[in-house]
Nanobody, 116 residues
Framework: QVQLVDSGGGLVQAGGSLRLSCAAS????????MGWYRQGPGKQRELVAT???????NYADSVKGRFTISRDNAKNTVYLQMNSLNPEDTAVYYC??????????WGQGTQVTVSS
């Protein structure tokens, strides 16, 4: 299986920045892609950004130009750099990994709160 640990959330003022980290362990060789999702208050979980093993990225329209997803293969870690945050970005952010053999794995989530 694949285990994920999310970290880096916190409270920030509008216009500020945060960097989330997702450390993967276990059968990491089987991971095809990783990504970040978020779930705001009273909302469904939605895609924020994804990155494949080849480095291809995809972003939700709402975060394009503000968020950047990246990966450090040596550390088995995926990052989400979030700039120009606004209150609408307030949510619990979850890391996700898609594995060839073990399906989908989720991190425990990290809270991001943006104050106006």
């Amino acid at each position: 299986q694949v285990q994920l640990v999310d970290s880096g959330g916190g409270l920030v003022q509008a216009g500020g920045s945060l960097r989330l980290s997702c450390a993967a362990s276990g059968r990491i060789f089987s991971i095809n892609a990783m990504g970040w999702y978020r779930q705001g208050p009273g909302k469904q979980r939605e895609l924020v950004a994804t990155i494949t093993t080849g480095g291809s990225t995809n972003y939700a329209d709402s975060v394009k130009g503000r968020f950047t997803i990246s990966r450090d293969n040596a550390k088995n870690t995926v990052y989400l750099q979030m700039n120009s945050l606004n209150p609408e970005d307030t949510a619990v952010y979850y890391c996700k990994a898609d594995s060839t053999y073990y399906g989908v794995s989720w991190g425990q989530g990290t809270q991001v709160t943006v104050s106006s």
